[in-house]
Nanobody, 119 residues
């Protein structure tokens, strides 16, 4: 059973940076990808970035060039480095894993979320 615990959210000014972390425990090879999703007030949960077991990455159009997903396998920790943050990036950010990580319906395990507010 895989468990995901996020940390690192907070309040940041526009143009600032944050790094989110996700501690991954359990049978970490259960699934093919790990990802970050986000959900703003009144919005659908959307994919932000995904990292596949073969090393491939996929980013949402709105974050390309600003966000970077990475994983420290020795620490079993997933990261999301967020630069040049904008108010529209404000949302609850969720760590997730599954056999595919493009849509929310692909996901098998979710973390509890960490709030990011850009203001």
């Amino acid at each position: 059973h895989v468990q995901l615990v996020e940390s690192g959210g907070g309040l940041v000014q526009p143009g600032g940076s944050l790094r989110l972390s996700c501690a991954v425990s359990g049978y970490t090879n259960s699934y093919y990808c790990v990802a970050w999703f986000r959900q703003g007030p009144g919005k659908e949960r959307e994919g932000v970035a995904a990292l596949y077991r073969n090393g491939g990455t996929v980013y949402g159009d709105s974050v390309k060039g600003r966000f970077t997903i990475s994983k420290d396998n020795a620490q079993n920790t997933l990261y999301l480095q967020m630069n040049d943050l904008k108010p529209e990036d404000s949302a609850m950010y969720y760590c997730a894993t599954g056999w595919a990580c493009t849509e929310r319906t692909d996901i098998n395990v979710w973390g509890q979320g960490t709030q990011v507010t850009v203001s």
